[in-house]
């Protein structure tokens, strides 16, 4: 039956399933890590990380929500051959040959590995066993996307949002330590350095990813006006972010007071996991292998839902659920015997692909300045993906010494964001141009 619009409660949950969804592993482990670095420059360090942890995917959302499709409907303005690859592309890279796998992995180092005996964890049985399992429950969630909002927003978000609270509140009322001085790059420039941590989450593909099971979800609900599943997806949008931002902040101060107790730490999964346990005692262990359980489970069925949901649009002849099945089975495999090696050909994909996702989002929001005219698009990820191919290259591996001299001149390319400038250029120089032949 169509409905007009949603009630308040069913926003509310599709909210909840959005922030669930989004929240890994990996938003658990950087901002504890970031806060232990940036020491009494703690505000202005998690300023910088909310805008591009929280600010980047809220937009992405928005973007396909607006659009009134998914992420082939913005890159298909660029040229239709070029909506379908490069979507595949992106979809295929934080899903089943990064993403999904990665969900799993973490899981069990972090969840499962540690309660563990040395002999057990040098076995390959106990990976297998668990990722079976685990991929198996994603299956069972993702089966029937038009479930998701309730198997997802009414059971599994209240649990995470609870383990983690209980984290959070307990590092409040009884902090582990005092803040100390800032520490490397932080000492000078908190802000920009946490910017890019924040950048490098990637949520920002993830948001371009999830917004079809966004709409997909609401769709289900019996809404089928484009302004309201707009405005449905901004509210939806909007708890997400309240939510991801709450978690930073509480993440972060575990982070900041750990030092005293803890000391220095390589990586954030060392520091939750040590600050839970000081929490916690050894109950803290349970409740942070519960937190990152959850995280990667809802995680890994928002990704496979999304995958087969694009791969079905575009090859239709496969039911699915067929689709549901191949992506969790090559994921499992992928888990247990090949992530290190898919590892090293995916993350210099998504940094050649990451840039160019932003400024597809970006320049969707006032296309309509420039007529929505395909060579603006062009100019601008022409400019934008010479530089992220070139550093997706070096990531992988692979130097041009005599370009990367060249590249090292642009503003910013030192700190990872070199393409902002020549995408910045690039628009101006297009929108400029589109102006004049609409006049």
Known sequence: MEKKTLTLNESITIGLMLFALFLGAGNIIFPPYLGQLAGDNIGIALVGFLLTGVGLPLLGILAIAKAGGDLQTIAGRVHPIFGI????????????????????????????????????QASSLPLFLFTLLFFTIAVLFASNPTKLVDRIGKILTPILIVVIGMLAVKS???????????????????????????????????ALVFGIVIIQAIRAKGVTDKNVILKTTAFAGAIAAAGLAAVYLSLGYIGVTSVDAIGLQDNGGSIIAMSARILYGDFGGIILAAAILFACLTTAIGLISASAQFSNKIYPKIPYIAYVLIFAAFSTAAANVGLTQLLAISLPVLLAI?????????????????????FVYIITLVLTGIISVFDGLRAAGIEFQAIDALLNNIPLHEQGIGWLVPAALGTIIGVLIARRMIK
Not at 181 to 203: C, I, K, R
Not at 362 to 373: E, P
């Open 172 to 206: 409040i009322l009884t902090p582990m330590g005092s803040i100390n001085a800032p520490v490397g790059t932080y000492t000078t420039e908190p802000f920009f350095e946490s910017f890019l941590q924040g950048y490098l989450t990637m949520d920002a593909i993830a």
């Open 85 to 120: 690859v490069f979507t595949a592309i992106v979809y295929m890279a934080i899903g089943p040959f990064f993403g999904i796998p990665r969900t799993g992995t973490v899981a069990y180092e972090i969840g499962i590995a540690p309660f563990l005996s040395v002999q057990q």
């Open 354 to 374: 990451y840039p160019l996702a932003i400024v597809l989002v970006i320049l969707s929001f006032f296309d309509y300045a420039f007529g929505r005219k395909p």
